[in-house]
């Protein structure tokens, strides 16, 4: 045959492989489509917010009022390529006319090369870059991160190579200066509210301070330094006090904290460094500090208050003290009292109110809160109903603007109005051909773990459930641990994305269920510092054993076709299901497990060979490794090698094992590729690699399972996947 004519047969079978089956209702590439959107942040002046909105790996700074009937939503970067280079450190200068942002980069582990799993031959750098919201283009402004602008808007203060350097933001050919060079690695900036000072963290190991420098005598005053470790500072509304964070120093080690060193908050003098301890934790429940989800922790209200988490009650609260005249011990008001946990709090600019998120009143979603600094006003839920609604801000004219989610439609920014009705701030960012009303409305359900320790889940149930026929099922552990799934959409994008593939599964035919293990957040201090948990026993892996009884259980669920996924810690929870209970779980998708908890350890140690031995026995026994030898399902291995949260050598030595146990395993690997993947069809390629494998092992034909990702280039990764499963049914059939 010609080869012409191979090629029409070859596209044209190519074509009637990528189209959805008649059972299933969208493409991966179509739920994977919807936009991920994050960073909002509020003016100092006016109404507006800005925010960064990832479209299919796109990503870019948009702007919109808050509060007024048409948001008119506009787009102020242009950049139209799926590369890897990450937006984030948004930050607005204080006449609210211009947006300074940081783009690519390593925004979790600072200071290390810039990651490049796009393979720019050029290179990567990051970069930051102010542009107005009015009019006008981005202007690179220097190599850096981290970005402060000074209040009367002059000077930007950033962090850049060997310190904190600052540059004119009135003149464009300025060039960056360092400011002053400090040992122990810095932390970001932070003007103080008269611009006299620049306040900053320095990390020394073992312990780390809080330092000032002055900019008219430029001098570096250390606060109260201590063998400790001080965090999380706070300028006093007159700018001459900082007030932060006290913990012991060193690491927490491997296992549960529930308890340890009381930690504590210290005021100091700007000027002189002099410092007191304002308060203390006392021992017991609540003296291990536990931060919000978000960057500021410590709010001093313009009153003399301060107001901090902490979770005496077991419960991540907010509690408020006044600050003149206290010493160590002062008494702390509960403001938020019940059983459940503050997540992400924000101040108003003249920090007379908060909003924050929380589950209260339900545990398994978020919604949003608003109260006076002062406490006297009460607290007043501004959001609830069926959604996920969290990190709220408050702009100056006092219009709170949060990310919404629900059951069908990704995180995205919108107006809380007065009557609590949510109104998106930029509808268009959606694409016309993503399946929201196609998705499923996951349930919440309530299992037993094999101890008996009640788990939360949430189970996404196929649109043939109640055929009276037994189901391919699969289990997805996520990461963290310190993570929670909710009934919707997840606010960070790895768990979205993971979201977005358990609505695709459940597409083709799969019950799903989704696990909140022991070791996560949302359920208390005791749940997440869970005994014996991860290194320190793996306790989880009851919860494992738990969910894949109740799947095994289930009547629409064949017992037989039971899998197992997740990455991170979900990874090892999918490889310890795999090596300790091949008999339940019939195959496992494993994204960038931990696999050995020992060298896990070790790494984190530095190499420490001096570490308690039977400390690194448990951790040895803990991990997938050491159950290598009863491990019998085939598994899916997937990472990226230029991975900084999970080292390669992980999945490496897993392979290895593997190989010489004779497991049947596959693998995929991505060059230059991140933890979580920086490349949208990182994503994509992953995501179809994982149903294909559980397709192939659960006989999920063809019929019923549509190819993932589309083929943009015949001669690229999702062509080659085309033709891989093409072979594969080409020999089941013959």
């Not at 507006?48 to 700074?61: D, F, H, S």
């Not at 600019?349 to 600094?373: E, K, Y």
Request: aromatic residues 10%; contains cysteine.
């Amino acid at each position: 045959m010609p080869w012409r004519v191979i090629l029409v047969v070859f596209v044209g079978c190519l074509s009637s492989i990528l189209k959805p089956a008649s059972a299933q209702n969208f493409t991966l590439q179509q739920v994977m489509s919807g936009t991920f959107n994050s960073e909002l942040q509020a003016s100092p002046k006016g109404s507006r917010v800005v925010w960064m909105a990832n479209q299919e790996g796109k990503r870019n700074v948009w702007v919109a009022e808050a509060g007024s009937g048409n948001s008119a939503a506009r787009q102020l970067t242009a950049y139209a390529a799926d590369d890897g280079q990450d937006i984030g450190d948004i930050t607005w200068t204080p006449d609210g006319q211009s947006v300074v942002y940081v783009y690519g980069g390593d925004f979790e582990f600072p200071g290390r090369p810039d990651p490049n799993p796009a393979l720019l031959a050029g290179g990567v750098e990051q970069t930051i870059f102010i542009v107005p919201v009015d009019s006008g283009k981005p202007r690179r402004v220097a190599a850096g991160r981290s970005p402060s602008v000074s209040p009367d808007g002059k000077i930007l203060a950033f962090l850049g190579k060997e310190g904190i350097w600052s540059v004119s933001l009135g003149n464009d050919a300025a060039k960056p200066e360092l400011m002053f060079h400090a040992r122990g690695t810095p932390g970001p900036p932070m003007w103080s509210p008269d611009g006299k000072y620049l306040a900053f963290t320095s990390n020394r190991g073992d312990h780390g301070f809080v330092g000032v420098y002055c900019i008219g005598d430029k001098t570096i005053t250390y606060m109260d330094p201590s063998t400790q470790t001080d965090r999380y500072p706070e300028w006093s509304p007159d700018s001459r006090q900082i007030v932060f964070v006290r913990t012991a120093g060193g690491g927490g080690g491997a296992g549960a904290r529930r308890t340890g060193e009381p930690w504590s908050i210290h005021v100091a003098d700007a000027a002189t460094g002099a410092g007191r301890e304002v308060w203390r934790a006392a021992k017991g429940q609540g003296s291990v500090f536990h931060p919000l989800a978000t960057e500021q922790q410590l709010f001093w209200t313009p009153g003399g208050h301060l107001i901090f988490p902490l979770e005496l009650d077991g419960w991540e609260h907010l509690y408020s003290m006044p600050i003149a005249g206290q010493t160590g011990g002062g008494a702390a008001v509960l403001l938020t009292p019940g059983d459940f946990e503050v997540e992400h709090v924000a101040a108003s600019p003249d920090r007379a109110n908060l909003v924050f998120s929380s589950n209260q009143g339900d545990i398994d979603r978020r919604h949003v809160w608003q109260m006076a600094a002062d406490g006297k006003a009460g607290i007043r839920q501004l959001t609830n109903g069926e959604g996920i609604e969290v990190l709220p801000v408050m702009t100056a004219s006092g219009s709170v603007a949060v990310l919404r989610a629900d059951a069908r439609v990704p995180i995205r920014p919108a107006f809380v109005a007065n009557n609590g009705e949510l109104r998106d701030l930029a509808p268009q960012l959606m694409p016309a051909d993503y399946p929201a009303k196609k998705l499923v409305v996951p349930q919440q359900v309530i299992l037993s773990a094999a101890d008996g320790m009640k788990i939360h889940g949430q189970l996404f149930l196929p649109a043939t459930a109640n055929d009276g026929k037994q189901h391919p099922a699969l289990v997805f552990f996520h990461g963290g641990s310190r993570r929670q799934m909710l009934l919707g959409y997840h606010y960070m994008d790895y768990y979205s994305n993971a979201y977005a593939m358990n609505q695709y599964l459940a597409s083709l035919g799969y019950v799903v269920l989704s696990v909140n293990y022991r070791s996560g957040i949302g359920y208390g201090l005791n749940f997440r510092e869970a005994l014996n948990y991860g290194p320190g026993g793996a306790s989880e892996y009851n919860d494992v054993q738990g969910a894949g009884l109740y799947m095994r259980n289930r009547p629409d669920v064949d017992p037989a076709r039971i899998g197992a996924w997740g990455g991170s810690y979900g990874g090892y929870l999918t490889a310890l299901a795999l090596a300790r209970s091949s008999d339940l779980f019939a195959a496992g998708v494993d994204f960038h497990g931990v696999h050995d908890w020992a060298a896990r350890l070790n790494q984190q140690a530095g190499g420490d060979t001096a570490a308690d031995p039977n400390v690194t026995r448990i951790a040895f026994e803990s991990s997938p490794l050491a159950s290598v030898k009863t491990w019998k399902s085939p598994v899916l291995l997937i990472q990226g090698d230029d991975d900084r949260n999970v080292a390669f050598s992980q999945t490496v030595r897993m392979a290895a094992a593997l190989r010489a146990q004779g497991v049947e395993f596959e693998e995929h690997v991505f060059p230059d590729e991140i933890h979580g993947f920086l490349v949208h069809r990182s994503w994509v390629t992953a995501y179809g690699l994982t149903s294909d494998f559980f397709g192939r092992h659960f006989k999920v034909t063809p019929s019923t399972h549509a190819l993932s990702a589309p083929a943009e280039t015949l001669g690229g990764p999702s062509a080659h996947l085309a033709m891989r499963i093409a072979a594969r049914q080409d020999a089941m059939e013959h």
